[in-house]
């Protein structure tokens, strides 16, 4: 939504936030209470083909140009996994190709979600990001 | 073969069991594990942990091939345990038991030998609406190979076979070979009547397969009783190690299969031009065995041999029985699988709950369950679901856990609507 904070500001504001949560019910209900402000991906785009691969529960990703940033919608239908792809969101939505292609995902492992989810989500998690970066890559050979 | 459960005798104690596995100590985030995942695999006692170890640490050979000491132990080690399953399964001889990696390469053993020796274009192969991916596509894989046809028996909505269609489907049908089904369903815990559809099958003459591997470690399994030609079973669902299977065969029947994989062990004599194989068991197992897991196997059937069967399989009805009125309480839920009869296995799902995020949030709670499809998605689809939440039992769980479960299930079900 707004630009005026940069990617690496948006993370350091991740890591802050879940910081202050030191027991794991508060994690998770936080996690899903940012799935609730997760820019929804429109119908007409929640086909397979938007369908992230690796997840155990299903995630449409869906990305659009938009005066040169890429503009993210998503959707899954379990709640915690749509707050990770939420939180994903907020870091990389309406960034240039390059800065996303560029951005360090270290903050997944300061935030402490990686060792609470199952290998499997993990996975899933890095099949987001990948998927991400791949839409990023796409755009920036476009323009 | 019932399952009726006789009342819990007094020489069950689940504490004195629970001592005996080692990892039932362990905290998972910080929490006491509980785990009711025993479908996927179930937990091992400290004497089958030893027993593989001890193999490593004293008699480690390579089996049926050297002179030397240390082989002949490996052998004679390996070979009672053949011994010991034949005795558990009442097969006939010991070389009607073949070792495997697990039920999946039992069931491709099957599938692919019996595929060579029977099927031909037109020819159809009969499998259940509930069957778990592994012993669905083999047989998809060999008929296509062949040209035959996989028909399915369908399930009703309490989770049984629709037994008319399943008399139906063979005593209708010349073409109908080889009849391939589960003796306990591994998503709804369902106990299938083997015994009477096999009668039936054998009548017109149909090879019968069965997947044993959810009933190994919690029903009587009498192979010459249910009168199947083939019974495939894993041993890391029945306490044993992981890599550890059989698949027993009818000897007369062994004897007519072809082998499926080539190698060493399995041969008689080899020139470049012509192999011969070797009798029974050894036709069917190619290569080095998992020498320590099946040792390890050996003991694991011992263990539960120790313990009167009845009171465990009171036990784990009780279990079933406790759990199944727990989450029942709780609002939207619905439990997938309401067959009379049962093994401790309880597939349900939660209206407006999504399993993963169910099964996640458990865990964090200590306890293991089985959320998705379970190996089994037609029978999701027949259902109309993506996937449940399972527990699984096993005779080392307690009362007190799954109230544990029903308390966790509640907390997260708060958290997620």
Redesign the interface.
Known sequence: MSTSTTLAQTQQELISEFALFSDWQDRYEHLIELGKDLPLIAPENKTDDNLVRGCQSRVWLHAAPQNGLVHFTADSDAMITKGIVALLVRVFNDRTPEEIIGASTEFIDTIGLRAHLSPNRANGLSAMIDQMKRYALAYSAKS | MSSKAAPVSSTFNVEEIRAQFPILKELV?GKPLVYFDNAATSQKPRRVIKAESAYYATINANVHRGVHTLSTKATEAQEATRETIRKHINAKHAHEVIFTSGTTASLNLAAFSLGQLLLNKGDEVLISGMEHHSNIVPWQMVCERYGATLRVIPITSSGEWDFSIANSLIADSASCKILAVSHVSNTLGTINPVKQLIAEARKRGIITVVDGAQAIAHLDVDVQDLGCDLYAFSGHKAYGPTGTGVLYGREELLERMPPWQGGGEMIDTVTLEKSTWAKLPFKFEAGTPHIAGIIGLGEAIRWMEDYDKNAMAAHEQLLLEHATKELLAIDGLRIIGTAKEKVGVISFVIEGV?H??LG??L??QGIAVR??HHCTQPLMDRFGV?GTTRSSFACFNTVEEVDAMAAATRKAVK??R
Do not use: A, C, E, P
């Open positions: 985030h999504h993963y995020d996640t949030l865990d964090q959320t998705g993506s958290m997620l």
